[in-house]
Nanobody, 114 residues
């Protein structure tokens, strides 16, 4: 069974930055494409950033140029650096494989508000 533990969320003002981290419980992490997903209130969860085994990345248009995804296959960790945050970035952020498994973690709440 795979487990994901997300951390690093919080309350930040518009224009601020946060760095999210995800720890995966098993070494399959290093063999799979990984992603950060977010779910805003009243909306469906959606993929916002993905990273392949070779390190190539892709982003949803709304976060391009502001978010950076990275991974450390030796530590089974996945990070998301979020800059220039906007109120519409407010959501619960979760990590998972791409495509996602059924093993969702608790996620971490990001709230962007003045």
């Amino acid at each position: 069974q795979v487990q994901f533990v997300e951390s690093g969320g919080g309350l930040v003002q518009p224009g601020g930055s946060l760095r999210l981290s995800c720890a995966a419980s098993q070494s399959i992490f290093s063999r799979l494409r990984m992603g950060w997903y977010r779910q805003a209130p009243g909306k469906q969860r959606r993929l916002v950033a993905g990273i392949s085994i070779d390190g190539s990345t892709d982003y949803e248009d709304s976060v391009k140029g502001r978010f950076t995804i990275s991974r450390d296959n030796t530590k089974n960790t996945l990070d998301l650096q979020m800059n220039s945050l906007k109120p519409e970035d407010t959501a619960v952020y979760s990590c998972n494989t791409i495509p996602y498994t059924i093993y969702w973690g608790q996620g971490t709440q990001v709230t962007v508000s003045s």
